[in-house]
T-cell receptor, first 115, second 112 residues
Framework: AQTVTQSQPEMSVQEAETVTLSCTYDTSESDYYLFWYKQPPSRQMILVIRQEAYKQQNATENRFSVNFQKAAKSFSLKISDSQLGDAAMYFCAYRANFGNEKLTFGTGTRLTIIP | EAQVTQNPRYLITVTGKKLTVTCSQNMNHEYMSWYRQDPGLGLRQIYYSMNVEVTDKGDVPEGYKVSRKEKRNFPLILESPSPNQTSLYFC???????????FGNGTRLTVT
């Protein structure tokens, strides 16, 4: 079974600084997707960024980028120029590219932005 | 506006009193699913549906039922709720393949 591990329950960063959230996963599949979701206090689940495993290039969305290391099964999220609105719970998630489109989630990292 | 709508947003009930959480999507998605979110556990899949009349268990199906009579609706039924089903519930939908999962806004359920 696939598992996703987020080893940092809480992180904090000064406003305008850069922070990296860690995620590792375990799978025997070669074709899959990885995601980072943001959950602010409103409880919404907001897709931040997505990475296809077959793509070697790291995904980037504005201030958010990932470091995808397939061999190491590592998928970290870097947030540059942190803003107060980035404060949220961040979940890493895995999805195999077949069958049930189930997302397997990590336990989350709560990110605090210090003004 | 494309969205997944869940109702109610908050629900407090007592042990054993049947309840239904509704979920509806307006994007013509084939795939729908339910997750529960608990502290320290992340989100876990309860049930999913690949299309009308096609449903299957996820990782934590015990105590829940679902039905998919129409493509847009996927209600979650708790026939006899228990306190261990107190949780935050999310409905989600997507097209198959290379498309992201769209989440509803969540239902906070408390069973006393």
């Amino acid at each position: 079974a696939q598992t996703v591990t987020q080893s940092q329950p809480e992180m904090s960063v000064q406003e305008a600084e850069t922070v990296t959230l860690s995620c590792t996963y375990d799978t025997s599949e070669s074709d899959y997707y990885l995601f980072w979701y943001k959950q602010p206090p409103s409880r919404q689940m907001i897709l931040v960024i997505r990475q296809e495993a077959y793509k070697q290039q790291n995904a980037t969305e504005n201030r958010f980028s990932v470091n995808f290391q397939k061999a190491a099964k590592s998928f970290s999220l870097k947030i540059s120029d942190s803003q107060l609105g980035d404060a949220a719970m961040y979940f890493c998630a895995y999805r195999a590219n077949f069958g049930n489109e189930k997302l397997t989630f990590g336990t989350g990292t709560r990110l605090t932005i210090i003004p | 506006e494309a969205q997944v709508t869940q109702n109610p947003r908050y629900l407090i009930t007592v042990t054993g009193k049947k309840l239904t959480v509704t979920c509806s999507q307006n994007m013509n998605h084939e795939y729908m699913s339910w997750y529960r979110q608990d502290p320290g556990l992340g989100l876990r899949q309860i049930y999913y549906s690949m299309n009308v009349e096609v449903t299957d268990k996820g990782d934590v199906p015990e105590g829940y039922k679902v039905s998919r009579k129409e493509k847009r609706n996927f209600p979650l039924i708790l026939e006899s709720p228990s306190p261990n089903q107190t949780s935050l519930y999310f409905c989600a939908s997507s097209l198959f393949g290379d498309s992201p999962l769209h989440f509803g806004n969540g239902t906070r359920l408390t069973v006393t």
